[in-house]
């Protein structure tokens, strides 16, 4: 076997080196010598930086060829800061050991080639016969940087999966490993097929959800369509997608997909409001034309919001819509009422609450669209807030110069106290037939009255100061309870009925409140049309989502888009599964929602908004005008002919709901056979008309009244 000359040459350097490493430091420590050594490892470390640096292969030959530089000037600084040869003449040692290494071991010429000459008494191999694999079609040299010839490399190895070759790979920027590889079909004309995420994976050893595929489009010099393709490999952004993704990544992940919450649709951006408390998250449709289909709970869940603590909402416009998420729950709070905020604007519209946002809502004392009055329908179930909502919605008429009569069916502290402050008010079902009499009695009288500028009758125009009455507003409480009242429900109902047709062009506004919103429960058909659709409703807590929804049908574009009002809104604290393994009970820390209503706007919008809290504890002289509003002395004059003025307390008159028995009458109990009229005395309000002889109407709209009419033929 024959050793190469510059393998042997080599190694008598280094033997001959060893001893002046050795001797010169020790015998004569400020020779040049030392210097020259150092110097020379100073070159082997900064021809070791270099190789690290290199992007070009052979980078660890690079790092052995500057070793042994390296290492003598160790052995020289060692020798020099050693007393005398050292202890056991480790001086002479280490001079021995770096020969040895240096000429055993790493021969230096060895590193200086790339191809090294197979030894001399070594027959060349000679390789087994083999089939002949086909040929790959060939590349021309294009001149292509490292990285794309390393990416062709791999993809070759794989045996150019899908037919394709590697036209150039990109680096990302600030990435070690992230880039866009674009491919074409080796065949001129021929589309790529067969080619997915996991075949592209393969070869660069990455996971496929690492690996998008996209289409390359047509640019100038460069081919595009089905024949190419563009791969990005991104496990570097991918990585930190998954652990510390951003708020658009978050999105696009967990909300914005097939499965999200918020399927389709796109973050537009994420904004904070640290005086608020609030993060607004602001999204759109990626398709213009879809319309939002939003599961909150399931958007909470991607983002990481709480789901159950009534601190996140979501408000739609159009294709855009806006989730809210607050720190706390912002309905919780309270707003108190003023009068400046009651006051209405030249349009009769006042403020009387404000959403989850902070933005005021407003409500209505007169149509200015439509010159005319307004109605009103309030619902809500006991200790929602509706009494609340009465005393302001009362205060703002009050303060725009309008009369306002008020009847329930019970007596209660807060109504006796609005009494102070209005026009009339009483408490049960004798009293508020007999005010519903008084208003329907008043049309008639109001359509007859002249106005000063000519002298001649007008319908109501709001605003108008040539006008010579007032609007008058009428409350009517529990409505749905009255109207079942075995003695005047039927004739509560006729005349509310009535009231709610004809009274806008008088002047006259209908408010109906109650806990139910159904048909059979008092509020007709024709009634409810007309209170919707010339009004704002205004939707307390009706008890269950399902039953909010069916009092807000019909006033909405959508009525499964009604905000949900839960009985409470309590904030999560812990893990309910952990309270449970533990046996704890789960804390009680819930808020009222009472005053908390959602608004139907005029578009069909409906709001969630918490409205103005009037304190029944103080004084509400400061919301109501110094002097209360009454009718004129020519319309409480006809009223009195009528018979349908003064104590509206007092006893039934005979004949006045009812028509007195007939003498020659013995085959009863004495008892008087009540009849539904709904007019006032003369027969001058008489509603809808009556069989005499204490018949109900022929016309049955329900089981009860049906059950009524059986009744009265049965004398049950």
Not at 72 to 89: L, N, R
Not at 223 to 250: C, L, S
Not at 410 to 439: F, H
Not at 628 to 653: A, F, Q, Y
């Amino acid at each position: 076997m024959s050793t190469p000359r510059s393998v042997v040459l080599e190694r008598l350097a280094y033997t001959l080196a060893a001893p002046v490493l050795a001797v010169a430091p020790n015998v004569y420590p400020d020779s040049p010598v030392n210097t020259v050594v150092r110097l020379a490892g100073v070159a082997g470390i900064g021809g070791w930086v270099l190789a690290a640096k290199s992007d070009e292969t052979g980078t660890g030959r690079r790092i052995l060829r500057w070793t042994p530089l390296v290492l003598a000037a160790a052995v020289d600084v060692t020798a020099k800061i050693t007393t005398g040869w050292g202890p056991y003449w480790m001086d002479a040692l280490l001079a021995a050991g770096w020969a040895a290494a240096g000429g055993l071991v790493l021969p230096f010429s060895r590193h200086t080639r790339r191809h090294h000459r197979p030894a001399l008494a070594t027959p060349a191999p000679q390789p087994a016969p083999a089939e002949a694999a086909p040929e790959p079609p060939a590349v021309p040299d294009d001149g292509a940087d490292q990285l794309t010839r390393r990416a062709r490399m791999l993809w070759e190895q794989a045996g150019l999966p899908a037919r394709t070759h590697i036209v150039k790979a990109t680096r990302h920027p600030g990435q070690r490993h992230d880039m866009t590889v674009l491919l074409r079909a080796s065949e001129t004309g021929r589309p790529i097929t067969s080619l997915t995420e996991a075949v592209v994976a393969a070869p660069f050893g990455v996971h496929s959800s690492d690996v998008a595929l996209a289409e390359v489009a047509i640019q100038p010099g460069r081919q595009g369509g089905p024949g190419w393709m563009e791969a990005r490999i991104t496990p570097d952004a991918n990585q930190r997608r998954r652990t510390k993704p951003t708020a658009q990544e978050r999105w696009t992940d967990r909300v914005g997909g097939p499965k999200g919450g918020a399927p389709g649709s796109e973050l537009v951006h994420r904004t904070r409001d640290d005086e608020r408390g609030v993060t607004f998250y602001r999204a759109k449709m990626a398709d213009s034309t879809d319309t939002p289909r939003i599961d909150l709970a399931k958007v909470c869940r991607g983002l990481g919001l709480p789901e159950d603590d009534s601190c996140v909402f979501v408000l739609i416009d159009g294709n855009e819509f806006l989730i809210s998420a607050f720190d706390e729950p912002p309905l919780s709070a309270i707003f108190p009422a003023t009068r400046e905020l009651l006051t209405p604007d030249a349009k009769g519209m006042f403020v009387c609450g404000f959403t989850i946002t902070g933005q005021p809502v407003k409500n209505m004392v007169f149509q200015h669209d439509k010159n005319a009055a307004s109605h009103g329908l309030i619902l809500g179930v006991s200790r929602s807030g509706k009494t609340q909502y009465f005393a302001i919605n009362m205060a703002a008429q009050s303060l725009a110069g309008q009369v306002v009569w008020l009847s329930t069916v019970r007596k209660d502290e807060k109504t006796t106290t609005l009494g102070q402050y209005i026009d009339r008010q009483g408490s049960n079902a004798l009293w508020m037939a007999r005010q519903l009499r008084a208003a329907k009695a008043l049309c008639e009288i109001r359509a007859e009255m002249p106005w000063p500028h000519d002298g001649k009758p007008h319908d109501y125009k709001p605003g108008d100061p040539r006008c010579p009455y007032r609007q008058l507003n009428v409350y009517a409480d529990e409505f749905m309870t009255a109207a079942q009242d075995a003695l005047f429900g039927e004739d509560i109902q006729t005349n509310g009925d009535d009231l709610t047709v004809t009274g806008l062009k008088y002047g006259i506004g209908f408010d109906a409140a109650g806990q139910s919103p159904f048909a059979h429960n008092g509020f007709s058909t024709e009634m409810k049309d007309n209170l919707r659709q010339n009004s704002r409703p205004v939707i307390f807590n009706m008890g269950s989502p399902g039953a909010t929804r069916k009092a807000a049908e019909g006033t909405m574009e959508n009525a499964y888009d009604v905000p949900t009002i839960p009985a409470r809104y309590s904030r999560q604290e812990g893990s309910a599964i952990e309270r449970a393994m533990r046996g704890e009970a789960d804390p009680e820390n819930g808020v009222s929602t009472g005053g908390v209503a959602v608004i139907v706007l005029d578009n069909g919008r409906a709001v969630l908004m918490r409205s103005l809290y009037a304190d029944f504890d103080t004084d509400l002289a400061g919301l109501f005008p110094d002097e209360v509003n009454r009718l004129t002395d020519h319309e409480i004059s006809e009223l009195e002919k009528r018979g349908l003025w003064g104590d509206w307390n007092r006893e039934p008159d005979p004949g006045e709901f009812w028509p007195e028995p007939d003498e020659d009458d013995d085959g009863g109990d004495g008892r008087p056979h009540r009849r539904g009229n709904g007019g006032g005395g003369g027969g001058k309000s008489g509603g809808r008309g009556t069989k005499p002889g204490g018949s109900r109407s022929e016309q049955v709209a329900s089981p009860r009244q049906a059950l009524e009419a059986i009744k009265s033929l049965t004398d049950a």
